[in-house]
Nanobody, 127 residues
Framework: QVQLVESGGGLVQAGGSLRLSCAAS????????MGWFRQAPGQEREFVAS????????YYEDSAKGRFTISRDNAKNTVYLQMNSLKPEDTAFYYC????????????????????WGQGTQVTVSS
């Protein structure tokens, strides 16, 4: 059983930066593909970014490209989401997720494909 714990959320002004962290335990982290999703009030959970353990390939939702960077440190069992140039529309609860399947390149943006989820961390961007 994999446990994921997010941290690093908070309140930031528009144009600012935050770095989210997701610490994993209970599994072989280096073998798992990881993703970040977010959910704003009244909206569905949406894909933000993900990273493949095998190839290191990263994927981003269009609005995140050029502003967000996903990375991982397998030695620390941690995945990060560096968020720069934040906008009020980035305000949401951010969730870390772990994918243990075989078809990540086809499933990386699908929340239903991920097997384990953290509790989330709130990001609020003020205008």
């Amino acid at each position: 059983q994999v446990q994921l714990v997010e941290s690093g959320g908070g309140l930031v002004q528009a144009g600012g930066s935050l770095r989210l962290s997701c610490a994993a335990s209970g599994g072989t982290f280096s073998n798992y593909d990881m993703g970040w999703f977010r959910q704003a009030p009244g909206q569905e959970r949406e894909f933000v970014a993900s990273i493949s353990w095998r190839s290191g390939i990263t994927y981003y939702e269009d609005s995140a490209k050029g502003r967000f960077t996903i990375s991982r440190d397998n030695a620390k069992n941690t995945v990060y989401l560096q968020m720069n140039s934040l906008k009020p529309e980035d305000t949401a609860f951010y969730y870390c997720a772990c994918y243990t399947g075989l078809y990540f390149s086809r499933s990386y943006s699908l929340s239903g494909a991920y097997n384990y989820w953290g509790q989330g961390t709130q990001v609020t961007v003020s205008s």
